[in-house]
């Protein structure tokens, strides 16, 4: 609409009358039309010349454009846009990030889950103009009742960039532009120390370990040992295990809604090398022995479907096994491996590494760990996991633990060197 605004018309004199000009957007066409009407009969001078226009003939015209809709909002998003709704322009939306050049999405279930469930059905079918902070602001409340501070605010972000992707086909910029106003959608504040971010303890890992075996037991022992993500971990396959079963390679993960295998990651330092201790690197080999392809795979031979795995599994074992924590899912061990290697003090760029972080500092940005296999190997082996891992003879049984997590620092030099 930036280029539709200020059109006040040009006056001109045709014959006996002062004739105002301007252009029109009309249905149908691209190109607007040239509009022209009269406005007031022509002054002279007592030389018999005409006079420009005065004051009074130039607001005259002025009215004259502004009552065609020239100027209008409303005429230029029927004619022009065809008053497209939210509803539409999501769908737009989802398209473009999906296929642009420029960082495009691989994954959009979160979106698609959050305009479906939440924001479809309060705004869908709002003309896109409508949609700003007051028609916003009764979904902000709606969510508020069920939906955590940081999901309400990242929800809202969804509704700016839907709105916001309306371009200008000649300059690029939003046909609706918004100035979002938290105060006045009275979006609520996100304060890190409420938001849950549940990890499992020490104990409850333990038990988890010792109290399980086979495929169930193997997972455990993976997810708390490596941190990895549950989609990044039921996407491994034996071939993913370099350096004698000392490094995963992780480079591809479960489709969250279906139970296929894709070759992208949450993220571009998702697809990186995690290293084991020789101890859980014993552990996994024995469980691999008799294996091929897929680590984790249904007696159909396909990956889990590890949202509904989430809600299946760990939660019922937690339960069965009397472990008190409270709304976990598989991220727990993920933050419970984080605080490990945290607290064992391990090198900050070999930590993101591992964990598939994007580098916070310029040092660490400098710092190119995946080239570092000996370091990385020593650092894992001197770290360990903390929890007690169990021996790699009854790996697919699991009827007794070791009670060492460490390998004194001799193996590790002699481990290097034989790698």
Excluded at 166 to 179: S, V
Excluded at 201 to 214: C, E, K, M, P
Excluded at 263 to 273: H, I, P
Aim: hydrophobic share 35%.
């Amino acid at each position: 609409m930036n280029r539709r605004k200020g059109q006040n018309g040009t006056v001109v004199i045709s014959g006996s009358w002062y004739r105002v000009r301007w252009r029109l957007d009309v249905e149908g066409q691209e190109k607007r039309i040239n509009m022209n009407e009269k406005v007031a009969p022509v002054v002279f001078d007592r030389n018999g010349n005409p006079k420009p226009p005065s004051m009074d003939v130039l607001r005259r015209a002025r009215d004259i454009v502004e009552k065609s809709g020239a100027n209008s909002e409303e005429h230029f998003n029927r004619i022009v846009l065809g008053e497209i709704t939210f509803r539409n322009q999501a769908e737009n939306y989802l398209y473009w990030v999906r296929t642009r050049d420029r960082e495009p999405l691989k994954d959009t279930s979160s979106l698609e889950a959050a305009l479906n469930k939440w924001i479809l059905p309060e705004v869908g079918d709002l003309p896109l103009r409508n949609v700003h902070n007051i028609t916003a602001k009764p979904l902000v409340n709606t969510m508020k009742r069920s939906l955590s501070a940081r999901t309400v605010n990242k929800y809202v972000e969804y509704i700016g960039q839907v709105v916001a992707s309306l371009k200008d086909g000649r300059t690029g910029e939003p046909i609706h532009p918004r100035k979002w106003d938290s105060s006045v959608m009275d979006l609520p504040i996100v304060n890190p120390r409420k938001q849950r971010r549940p990890a499992l303890r020490l104990d409850a890992v333990n038990t988890l370990v010792s109290q399980s075996n086979a495929q169930e037991q193997a997972l455990y022992v993976l997810l708390a040992a490596t941190g990895m993500r549950i989609s990044e971990a039921l996407a491994l396959e034996t071939k993913h295990f370099i350096n004698g079963g000392r490094t995963i390679q992780v480079c591809q993960q479960v489709d969250r809604d279906k139970p296929r295998i894709v070759e992208y990651l949450k993220t571009d330092a998702g697809s990186r090398e995690v290293d084991l201790s020789t101890q859980v690197a014993e552990y996994l080999r024995a469980f691999m022995k008799s294996k091929k392809g897929l680590l984790f795979a249904t007696r159909n031979g396909t990956p889990y479907l590890y949202n509904g795995l989430q809600q299946r599994w760990l939660t019922p074992r937690l339960q069965a096994m009397q472990i008190d924590e409270k709304g976990m899912g598989f991220h727990a061990f993920r933050r419970f491996r984080k605080t490990w290697l945290r607290g064992e003090r391990c090198q900050e760029d070999i930590n993101n590494f591992w964990m598939g972080h994007q580098p916070e500092t310029m040092s660490e940005l400098y710092s190119r760990m995946e080239f570092e296999l000996e370091r990385r190997l020593a650092e894992a082996e001197n770290i360990g996991v903390g929890f007690t891992v169990p021996t790699s003879e009854i790996a697919p049984n699991c009827s007794k633990c070791s009670q060492s997590s460490k390998i004194s620092e001799q193996s590790v030099v002699e481990l290097v060197l034989q790698l």
